[in-house]
């Protein structure tokens, strides 16, 4: 049922999968023996005025461990046509969503954080006190990112390091997809009304997470 919607470019159809997706608060057996105790899986659906050129097919999986949440998305399709940086060493950079870039926003009681995360390897890490407020930069270790690529998938994994007392409690998660021709997609769990762009409003954290363990 999934491959006919990619191939037709039913992208609601697609939506609504991601939002009815089983493995939902289910944690993996290789998932626990990595710490991480609650694992949600779905996929993003591309803002309908601005999709991309071919078919494509973005999923993405999100575990949850003490003080970091592993985030790995999967876009199939034909990746030649895609505009990727190069390779480079692991780096903060800012303003890396220019181009294509997968995102994770991280909802908490005190505001939200922001993580961008390139092909090439580098990554931001931003803190905001409230909607588009209060930004500054995320005081974090640098996630270990894993990329893999070949001419169907571009797979961008990375372990992203909460600061201490943050407890997460919903997550959006988002991208943009830069292909050759310049032409952007812009991706995301839930889009809100209005701009494509704004993975920062409350509408895009559709990610529910579980409350904390009792001590």
Not at 12 to 30: D, F, H, N, Q, Y
Not at 122 to 145: H, Q, S
Request: glycine share 8%; charged share 20%; hydrophobic share 40%.
């Amino acid at each position: 049922l999934l491959g006919l919607h990619v191939i037709r470019g039913d992208w609601v159809p697609i939506s609504e999968l991601a939002r009815s997706t089983p493995e939902e608060g289910k944690a993996s057996t290789s998932s626990a023996r990595m710490g991480f105790f609650w694992r949600s899986a779905g996929l993003l659906s591309p803002y309908r005025a601005a999709s991309p050129s071919k078919p494509f097919s973005l999923e993405v999986s999100v575990c949850l461990g003490a003080g970091v949440i592993r985030a790995t998305f999967s876009l199939r399709g034909p990746t030649a046509i895609l505009s990727l940086p190069a390779p480079t060493t692991a780096m903060r950079r800012d303003e890396l969503w220019r181009h294509t870039c997968f995102e994770a926003f991280v909802q908490h009681a005190g505001g939200y954080l922001e993580y961008n995360l390139s092909p090439s390897t580098e990554w931001a890490a931003y803190g905001f006190t409230g909607y588009r407020d209060g930004m500054a930069d995320l005081d974090v270790d640098a996630p270990a990112i894993r990329v893999t690529r070949d001419e169907h998938l571009l797979s961008v994994q990375a372990d992203l390091a909460l600061p201490a007392g943050i407890v997460p409690t919903r997550i959006g998660l988002s991208a943009v997809i830069e292909e050759g021709s310049g032409r952007r997609s812009y991706w995301a769990l839930r889009h809100p009304p209005g701009e494509a762009t704004d993975f920062h409003h409350p509408d895009c954290f559709a990610l529910e997470l579980p409350p904390p363990a009792a001590p």
